[in-house]
């Protein structure tokens, strides 16, 4: 960012404000680490679905069950939409929960839906990578800034057409899922979570940088499904999203989706989170 005008006498003063968190989250409900612990006591795994690489895949995970996403063969990054299976037109917020939450995610952060719904999806309640944090450049993992890789501005830099970006798989997935046509399913696809994705803001510029996932086989992010949720994964082609994206040069790996039930006396006090209370009336009366 160039400067084109002067600073006034009090730029010090203008700039040396205190920061203020914008939203007063305290005010949530805070995560219940013991109640999770508990609805995991008889957790049973009941279905898995493997994404290829440079591909997507559709899973669906009840309300009060857990989901994994499990790196398996190698570092990779996947890229996550989630939409509420009863009405596709509620889906992650991905802007909101950034605001909410933070820049990445991880244990005991919600995942928000958009409005009018806005509420809690799914809850981060294991990570491997928690230990990871914030490294020398500014960088964390998980993020739910970047949007996803996608054929268009792929195109727009590089003039070329390049079909197995996140945005074309997920919309391959869903449009099988869904049994729509492409042109039908592509509306619904939706700025992702980035599970793995190692990426920050520059120091000096402020502008979105990517580094080599430090994700390794094994390594899982769990999620507890707030509300009966469609999922859709695409494991990205920029693999560990270390270098270039959007072709077929990067090595790429498979991701492990895993589904787990629970049982209704483990999740005894729990009630999926109703859909927004406010009256919608903005105003009108
Ligand atoms: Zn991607």
């Known amino acids: 960012m160039n400067a084109h005008f002067p600073e006034p006498d009090d730029a010090s003063e203008r700039r040396h404000i205190s920061p203020l968190v914008c939203y007063q989250v305290d005010q949530l409900p805070p995560y219940n680490a013991t109640f999770f612990e508990r609805a995991k006591t008889n957790m049973r795994k009941i279905d898995e679905v493997m994404?290829?690489?440079?591909?997507?895949?559709t899973f669906r995970v009840p309300a009060g069950f857990f989901f994994r996403?499990?790196?398996v063969e190698g570092s990779q990054v996947g890229d996550l939409n989630l939409w509420n299976a009863n009405a596709i037109e509620e889906r992650f917020f991905s802007g909101k929960t950034r605001q909410l939450q933070a820049t990445h995610v991880s244990t005991g952060d919600r995942l928000w839906s958009t409005m009018p719904g806005l509420r809690?999806?799914?809850?981060?309640?294991a990570d491997t990578l928690d230990w990871y944090g914030w490294d020398e450049d500014g960088g964390g993992v998980h993020d739910v800034i970047g949007t996803r890789c996608d054929p268009y501005t792929n195109f727009m830099l590089n003039g070329v057409?390049?079909?197995?970006?996140c945005h074309s798989n997920l919309t391959r997935a869903l449009a099988q899922e869904l049994d729509i046509s492409l042109s039908d399913a592509e509306p619904h696809i939706h700025d992702v979570m980035n599970v793995f994705m190692c990426t920050g803001f520059t120091l000096d510029?402020?502008?979105?940088f990517m580094k080599a996932s430090p994700v390794r086989p094994g390594d899982y992010i769990e999620f507890f499904?707030?509300?009966d949720l469609l999922g859709a994964l695409s494991a990205c082609p920029g693999g560990n999203c270390g270098s270039s994206h959007s072709d077929d040069q990067t090595p790429c790996y498979p991701l492990l989706v895993e589904i787990f039930e629970t049982?209704?006396?483990?999740?005894?006090g729990w009630?999926?989170?109703?859909?927004?209370?406010?009256?919608?009336?903005?105003?009108v009366n």
Do not use: F
């Not at 994404?51 to 895949?57: G, L, N």
């Not at 809690?120 to 309640?125: G, L, N, R, S, V």
């Not at 009630?271 to 105003?283: I, K, L, T, V």
């Open 51 to 57: 994404v290829a690489p440079r591909d997507a895949s």
């Open 69 to 71: 996403i499990k790196s």
């Open 120 to 125: 809690p999806m799914a809850t981060i309640t």
């Open 161 to 165: 057409d390049y079909h197995y970006c």
């Open 205 to 208: 510029t402020h502008q979105y």
């Open 225 to 227: 499904a707030e509300i």
């Open 263 to 268: 049982l209704p006396e483990d999740l005894t």
């Open 271 to 283: 009630q999926s989170p109703p859909p927004n209370g406010y009256d919608r009336s903005h105003g």
